[in-house]
């Protein structure tokens, strides 16, 4: 079947570290493999786009004003391009290149006698951050559960109005909060990486002060909210103003390698009507979870 290379997920090189720390490696990986097979065992993504609450429960929409931003031309493209194709789930040889990748993140995090603290850090905040997003996504806005039904009602309802070409329904009445992050979402992530940081420093002896993991938390999370703010408008040509967060970065809104895989990521997620790519801004669990889905092209369906 078609596959995306797993040139795109060659692992770091692991640096010279003690037998304990890879003994920690070794650990870490296992846990989170255990974690992953449990936690998908009991809660399922049980919803798709037909899954949708009515318009009439949700709550009121905030009016917003237009700011008439105009998309990278070559943004539009991959969007065109990545909405024709179908998705399927990601070969056993990509999710072993994205363990490999895995295990040399942590064993580079915890190399404190080879690696610096700045990097060590950065690379935790990350790997907090892709976990937090793909827990929220999937266990949170595609849940069953009453007690999140605010953010599912949301979120399903974004599918829902979604075409295959990305754009919105002539007759969606979308809420900003369908396309942006809250502040609320914002504080919260940094709240948690800051949290995450200081749990694994602790156990572990990683070196992380407060105040450093305080900043590298708030420097991922502007990184992050800025790529989604401005990207995922661009994806369904949605240009208001979000009264109740961060704007968006036209900068941003240009084509690298990084943007195509994070636009093409989240088309699958539509066209697989919620069923994977629950990642958005950073890649990682969905590989793990093995909900990880990459186009089929015409050219590699044939064969």
């Avoid at 208001?240 to 809104?253: C, I, K, T, V």
Wanted: proline content about 6%.
């Amino acid at each position: 079947s078609g596959v995306v290379s797993a040139r795109h997920f060659l692992p770091l090189p692991l640096p010279p570290i003690t037998m304990a720390r890879r003994s920690l490696t070794a650990m870490a990986v296992a846990a989170s493999l255990t974690a992953a097979n449990a936690f998908t065992a009991v809660r399922p993504p049980a919803l798709s786009r037909f899954g949708a609450r009515s318009r009439a429960s949700e709550p009121a929409m905030t009016m917003v004003a237009s700011i008439g931003k105009a998309t990278d031309p070559g943004v539009t493209q991959i969007v065109a391009e990545s909405s024709t194709y179908d998705f399927v789930k990601a070969s056993a040889l990509e999710r072993a290149g994205a363990t490999s990748v895995l295990i040399g993140t942590i064993a580079t995090i915890g190399a404190t006698d080879t690696v610096p603290e700045g990097l060590r850090l950065m690379l935790a905040a990350v790997g907090i951050f892709a976990q937090f997003e793909y827990c929220f996504h999937r266990w949170i806005m595609h849940s069953t559960d009453e007690k999140f039904a605010e953010y599912q009602s949301l979120h399903i309802t974004h599918h829902v109005d979604t075409e295959r070409d990305m754009t919105l329904a002539d007759d969606a009445e979308t809420d900003p909060r369908h396309i942006y992050f809250s502040g609320k979402t914002s504080q919260a992530s940094v709240a948690i990486c800051f949290a995450g940081l200081q749990a694994l420093s602790i156990p572990f002896d990683l070196g992380f002060d407060p105040l450093s993991s305080l900043v590298a938390s708030v420097l991922v999370a502007c990184v992050h909210t800025s790529y989604w703010q401005t990207l995922h408008g661009d994806i369904h040509e949605y240009y208001e103003e979000n009264p109740g967060g961060a704007p968006r970065f036209d900068l941003l809104s240009a084509v690298n390698p990084y943007t195509r895989w994070l636009i093409t990521n989240h088309v699958g997620h539509h066209v697989i009507r919620g069923q994977g790519n629950y990642n958005i801004v950073f890649p990682g669990p969905d590989y793990l979870f093995g909900t990880c889905f990459v186009p089929l092209r015409s050219d590699e369906g044939s064969r």
